[in-house]
């Protein structure tokens, strides 16, 4: 689901969009029922073992108008041995009856106060046998407006109720054994009020109204894992797209009723990605029937069987604009191939995730290229890898397969690693090994539905190419990305030799004049080549997932020197190897092997290409450089940055960017070159958008749009623009984060200010944060906005209170040299044990700080020759 999220912060470039961001994890107190005291020995994260749900039978009775629910639930469990107890999860529900059967034993059963874990003990009275039991829960549960359980939502004045499970929110719907590896069959009825539609997994089997109320009950839904479990209840308008598939499976798209027109795009576009996956799977589409739910306000889309959720943007919209069209057929083709991996074939584990979500990016990056739905598929692919390679250069990094000790640790795995990466290394492989055997591959992997762990995919792999299968496991237990060494000798035999580090087994293929050679490189690793030849790529087509660092033999080390891109020029760079040569490059200057200095040399070789991916390139160096500035350099580095990409901004800061080049330019450029460094004409432009912005309601402009206009406003426009933009913010709620947003691009003169916006009891705390946050991200305001925290820390902590000072922590990784780190640590460490996520959050900024500080190596402040 949210990786879709993440590749959108990607593909729709908006200045306003970061990184993805996993949803914050649920902390509101628990409601604990009247029950009996906890039992002793509780349980850690996972539900013990020799217990086994076999089957579900759930009664909801929801009200899209109420804020609560009434819930009953059959259970059918398998016990391997007697037992007195029975553990399953439940979250925010008040248990109020419980009842067991076994044999032909049967009695009230006790219900403990749910664990730190979220789970519940269900006593029997006295041991029951070894064998099946049935567990009856009566419970009432809360309709939400996060997105975690049921949530409900307001749309032309009328509540409409929705689900989302994944990753452990299904407990808050059902009592229930809330783990992937568990797939059952569940049969659902709805008790909904007369008149509305209601919407589970499966098809309506039966209807009947009782006492103005209708009362749903839908076929079984065999093998659903908990997190997949999903329904939909409100004044919905049904519009049918026809049967898709060899199966026929009927698709309905599930809207407000003034959308019904604008749903066009799903019907053309969801029969053909269906048709071409199962050519792809040689397996029909497993599902019954399947409704495509359009949601208000979401974070993405998410995959459930047979009712897929979708943000309305995605899913509805005008057939004829291209920008919806790429983004309407990505989150299809993502959540449409999750119909196999994910949903039929499913991890029995989250430390799997990427079995399900990388698998996913990998397919839909792949389908939409195929379809030729994508413009200029080379460069997205490259930003999704850049994506990919940032997070994985953090020393934080986690490997694919990872740990999971935590709920927090099953939230965080929705991360560039599980999707962007493992679309990468997927990708990679499948260049390796040819796409028609990878496809093999594939098919073998998800033969037989069920569960699956990595382990399932590497043994498929194996029985095609076990070499490349041992190298595949390898990158999913390493963090990082592998550094190749790679060194042309020519000499006497030309031969180039690649040799990975920390004895990594990498796919190295490299390109030149006679074509492309490619080899799995363990150690020093030679390739032949006929002749010398007179240009050679490290990584053909930035396919491969490593960094290559050039070294010259020494006979050449001198020459090597006066020509940075060794051994190749930019001209003979394909455009996704000119990205990935400045990704390359980029890593480099973070590992310090780079200095500042040689690092401007290059930036400028690849700005004279004259080329927007090679200026792309030379931006990605640029931002890695920036992070190293420190404050007496800023100014200099400063002006650096404004001689190189200045005018390049103000050509790109059109408002109506067209390509996806366009967006990408004109995004990092934002961020990275100082506001007081860009044209006139630019921020006159801006300012006129941002007056129309305060005088007629932020609604005349994009949101993201918005953002960027406030950015290049703000050094002309100063206190005054600054304080009219603060009294729109408290007037009008509904854009502050925009609004606040804008206001982290003012100057370091305003960050006291920016703070005392934190403590303003106008505001909410933590949606003024990002003011803040914003500045600390940001080389020119980082090291003022530091001494405005620390100038009101106690204020801050104890405002932003326990729950959201993780924030604070968090921004204070942008910040670089050791002085400041042991600031941090002295600020923040004696208190990370009364923040939530506290301490996680300190050991990332550190360990960002440390590697900040390896990278600025370099003795010199200033960056500038
Ligand atoms: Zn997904």
Redesign the pocket.
Known sequence: ????VALLSVLAASCSSGDPKPREPARRPLRTTDAVSSPAKAPGLRLPAGVTPLAYDVRLELDPDRETFAGRVAIRVKLDAPARQIWLHGDELEIDKARYRAGTRSGAATVSRATEHEMHAIGLGDAVPAGEVVLELEYTGHVGDDLEGLFRQKFGGKWFLYSQAEATYARRIVPCFDEPRFKVPWRVTLVVPDGQVALANAPVASERVVDKRREVTFAEMPNLPSHLFAVAVGPFALVDVGKVGKQGVPVRVVVAPKDTKRVGAAGAWVPKLVDTLEQYFDQPMPLAKLDLVAVPRFFG?M?NPGLITFEVTSLVGDDKDPSFLRRHIRFLA??LA?QWV?NAVTPAWWNDLWL??AF??WLDDKLSNALGTLDDPALRTQLARAHALAADRELTAKPLRREIASNDDIEDAFDAIS?EKGAAVIAMFEQFVGEEKFRDIVRAYIKRPGTATAQTFVAAFDRIDAPLAKAFAGYLDRAGVPIVDMELDCSSSPRLVASPRDHAAVPVCVRHPAGKSCVLASGPTTIALASCPAWLVGNADGRGYYHVQWSAPASDRKKAKQSPIVPTAVSQLAPAERLAHGEDRAAAIARGELTKRDALVEIDALLAARDPYAELAAIAMAVEVNRTVDEAGVASWGHELGKRFAKRLSRAATWQPRTALDFAMRDALADLVPPDRFANDTAHAARALVDRALRDGPTTIRSSELVLAIALAAPAGGKALFERIVTAAAKNTAFVDEWFEGLAYFDASFAPRAVELVLDKRFEPDRAWPIVGGMLGRTPTRDAAWRAVQARLGELLATLGAKDAAAMIEATAGLCGAHQRKQVETAFSPRVSTIVNGKRALDQALASIDRCITSSGAPTSSPAP
């Open positions: 689901m949210r990786g879709v889309a995959e993502h959540e999750h994910g399900a979500e996913a990016t999707y």
